[in-house]
């Protein structure tokens, strides 16, 4: 992938004056039927030491994040999962693309993706995106060099939880109507829902400052600051009401630049998210293809009925649809490539769709049982709906990639 342009997914040949193209989603590969020699293939997929970084995130989360442990976190009262939290420290993931001066493992986000990839597929119930997508991201995209020296460590290690308080009311998108504002250094306001908020030490805090909207950085547990735990249609990922009465904000970027700031921390953030959702969808296509494949009915296992590889087969396009936009946009966020808002908006809105329907497929194909709380089948579907919400509906990643498509055609 790094050095090279992923185009969307399609497959075809083509033999105009002896030349035959065969172009599959992770490698291109040219061949011209002459007598010189073949054109030497052009590899867009990951590297042996990122596919192993991979392979063992996987290996790590198969141990110590089975789904029992997601269903723990939802059928109790704990926030998170404290000991995978940390394990996942140990491993350095949070501190993935952190350089090694602010004590992080200096990989790269192509790297973070992977990662990312895994902790969707495991559901694993930790406020890695809150912390990691958000926080990091926006520290490291706008942070002073004195913010990154405080925060960054702390975040690296784990042992310092962030957030993202952009949003004041259900269902609101973006930027629009929002009314928190700072004043003397101090915030005044309420953000809801806020993801992982009532954990995090701190919040980054999208609001409206004397040159307009900033973003800020705020102590969650200093005075002038109140949490309250909200319902979430998936309690294995809290959400929270921050309240904030004259609490102390520093200035995090340029202010009255915060509009800039939150559109790049929402496009990093949903590059990322893509890769969240495309672990969960393939976990679900994977379980759903195993229990069709291993149930009978009428002496054949039902995935041999024509209606049912059908609908197996819609499956498996909506996932490698949503893999190769997932992958164009990684390569757009770890080339800071302008395509970047684009690449974000084509990676949200497909990952949001395919996990949306591979989940909702995998209730149905698996019968009566798929409706059951003891089944796995929901534990999924209420991750995707809590995902494909969490940085507005994609509704409203359609609209500004139609925006962001006729700015670029019309400059």
Not at 163 to 182: D, Y
Request: glycine share 8%; with cysteine.
């Amino acid at each position: 992938m790094p050095g090279g342009r992923p185009r969307q997914p399609f497959r075809f040949s083509l033999n105009p004056r002896g030349a035959e193209i065969d172009i599959s989603v992770n490698t291109v590969k040219l061949s011209v039927l002459t007598n010189q020699a073949e054109t030497p293939e052009m590899n867009f997929d990951f590297s042996d030491d990122q596919k192993l970084l991979q392979q063992t995130a996987r290996d790590y989360l198969a141990e110590h994040s089975p789904l029992t442990v997601c269903r723990e976190i939802l059928e109790t009262d704990k926030p998170y999962a404290d000991d995978l939290w940390k394990g996942a420290a140990e491993m350095g993931w949070q501190g993935a693309v952190i350089p090694e001066e602010y004590g992080g493992a200096g990989f790269g986000h192509l790297e973070l993706a992977m990662i990312a990839e895994e902790i969707g597929r495991a559901l694993a119930p930790i406020p890695f995106s809150s912390s990691v997508y958000f926080a990091t991201e926006a520290i490291l995209k706008a942070g002073s060099e004195a913010q990154k020296k405080k925060y960054l460590p702390k975040l690296a290690s784990g042992e310092a939880i962030g957030t993202f308080a952009l949003t004041e009311k259900p269902g609101q998108n973006g930027i629009e109507h929002i009314t928190a504002s700072v004043s003397g250094g101090k915030l005044s306001g309420c953000k809801l829902p806020v993801p992982d908020g009532t954990i995090a030490d701190f919040a980054v805090v999208a609001a409206q400052g004397d040159k307009g909207l900033s973003v800020y950085l705020v102590d969650l547990d200093a005075d002038g600051v109140s949490r309250e735990s909200i319902s979430s249609f998936d309690p294995s990922r809290s959400l929270a009401k921050l309240d904030f009465d004259g609490a102390a904000a520093e200035l995090l970027g340029k202010d009255g630049k915060g509009d800039e700031l939150v559109e790049q921390i929402l496009d990093r953030a949903a590059v990322l998210m893509a890769f969240e959702q495309l672990g969960a969808a393939d976990a679900c296509f994977n379980a759903t293809k195993e229990f069709t494949t291993d149930r009978y009915a009428f002496g054949r296992p039902i995935a041999s009925f024509q209606a049912i590889k059908h609908r197996l087969a819609d499956m498996w396009c909506e996932l490698e649809l949503a893999r190769s936009n997932a992958y164009y946009g990684a390569w757009a966020l770890s080339n800071e490539d302008e395509e970047l808002g684009i690449a974000a908006c084509i990676s949200r809105v497909q990952a949001s769709h395919a996990l949306a329907h591979i989940a909702e497929e995998m209730i149905q194909l698996n019968g009566g049982v798929g409706f059951t709380w003891e089944y796995d089948c929901h534990l999924f579907y209420r991750r995707g709906k809590l995902l494909a919400a969490a940085l507005g509906n994609p509704t409203s990643w359609k609209d500004k990639l139609v925006d962001r498509i006729e700015n670029r055609d019309d400059s």
